[in-house]
């Protein structure tokens, strides 16, 4: 039997598009390096994804590229082809499997793109810029895209929610967080451009929103779910400060959006500088949404007691689970069945079942690549 505290995690949540969400858990867009060396879909991928939709209201794979020229990640899958098709409809069926509504992340590397696994090596974004990627050891040199690439890359994005229609998803995440080519656009550190790309930086986000909506009322239905992910404040200067962040919400609230989802690693984490400093950023956020679609907040919840407090402090309408429901995919259901005592909150590098992941993930993890609580280093 379910601890009665807990059950304000198992409300109901009705998106502007009036879908209904069967709980408050997101499974969060994971790095997952393990689709083909092509971009298409691996059998352990599907496997994965299937255990970690199973209990969430709303499931996001891991960022899809949506161009040849903006793959970011070893591994990761592509949205970029029609013969990609084939393994997004298995993906679709395996996280769909259980009642959650499935959704890809769109995604372009920009200037984050890695030579080695792009055509002819070649990294482009807003302006040129040299600097180290994911996993790299050396820096590699981005050149600034020109007008016709950005056109062209806003279509692909359009291009790539057709075929998420297709494969029979529930939507799309348009990924403008984590200094990818959509937040490098709003990015004062990332865009130095002196044309209309570099006077408005909010131009690049409207365009690629408009041209995913205007796909979706072409190829899609009515119930198609379309959210957009930021990352609030940037370390870099000059860089997004929450005065940005805050122009960004009031512009996107004006979009047919069904939710923003805000990229932090700690749900309580504090706006660094400027007017709002030392303030709470879920909070700033909910008031400037001003409850016209949901907010999927995300960061640092390992436990049970940490989703509960984390919905009843912040009112955060859905709440993301990264890294611990790659630790225990059985993490929802061990809260509904009265069994959260049970939940595994460490990653345990003994582990026969290695925590039921892909091979290259849990190498990942092994290696600290992501900061984790762990049984070995107490």
């Known amino acids: 039997m379910m601890n009665k505290k807990f059950q304000p995690l198992f409300e109901k949540v009705k998106l502007p598009n009036k879908v209904v969400l069967d709980n408050r858990f997101v499974l969060a867009p994971l790095t997952h390096v393990s689709s083909h060396d092509d971009g298409s879909i691996s059998n352990e991928e599907v496997v994965y994804m299937e255990q970690r939709s199973k209990d969430v209201g709303l499931a996001i794979s891991a960022a899809s590229n949506v161009t040849d020229l903006g793959k970011a990640f070893p591994g990761q899958p592509s ?55 994911f996993g790299e050891q050396e820096e590699h040199h981005a050149r600034e895209m020109t007008e016709v690439e950005i056109q062209e890359t806003i279509k692909a994005f359009g291009e790539a929610t057709r075929r998420v229609i297709e494969a029979g998803f529930d939507g799309v995440e348009i990924h403008g967080a984590n200094h990818y080519l959509i937040h490098q656009f709003v990015s004062p550190y990332y865009n130095r451009r002196d044309d209309a790309w570099g006077k408005d930086r909010l131009k690049f986000v409207s365009e690629v929103v408009d041209e995913v909506t205007a796909t979706v009322k072409e190829y899609g239905s009515k119930d198609f779910i379309v959210g957009y992910r930021f990352s609030p404040e940037e370390a870099e200067t000059p860089g997004i400060s929450m005065e940005i962040t805050q122009s960004l919400v009031k512009h996107l609230i004006e979009k047919p959006l069904d939710y923003l989802h805000v990229s932090l690693m700690d749900i309580h984490s504090k706006t660094r500088e400027g007017q709002y400093k030392g303030q709470e950023r879920v909070k700033l956020l909910l008031e400037w949404i001003e409850g016209r679609m949901p907010l999927i907040g995300i960061g640092s919840i390992f436990t049970a007691e940490q989703a509960i407090e984390a919905v009843e402090s912040t009112h955060v309408d859905l709440i993301a689970l990264g890294r611990e429901i790659l630790l225990d995919h059985n993490f929802i259901s061990k809260i509904k069945d009265g069994k959260e005592d049970e939940i595994i909150s460490e990653f345990d590098p003994e582990r026969k079942d290695r925590h039921h992941l892909p091979p290259n993930l849990w190498k990942q993890f092994n290696k600290g690549f992501y900061p984790l609580p762990r049984t070995d280093k107490k």
């Open 79 to 133: 949205v970029a082809h029609d013969s990609n098709l084939e393994g997004l409809k298995r993906l679709a069926q395996a996280m769909k499997k259980n009642g959650a509504k499935a959704i890809v992340q769109i995604h372009h590397g920009g200037v984050q793109a890695l030579p080695n696994l792009t055509p002819d090596g070649d990294v482009a974004g807003p302006s040129p810029i040299s600097m180290k990627s």
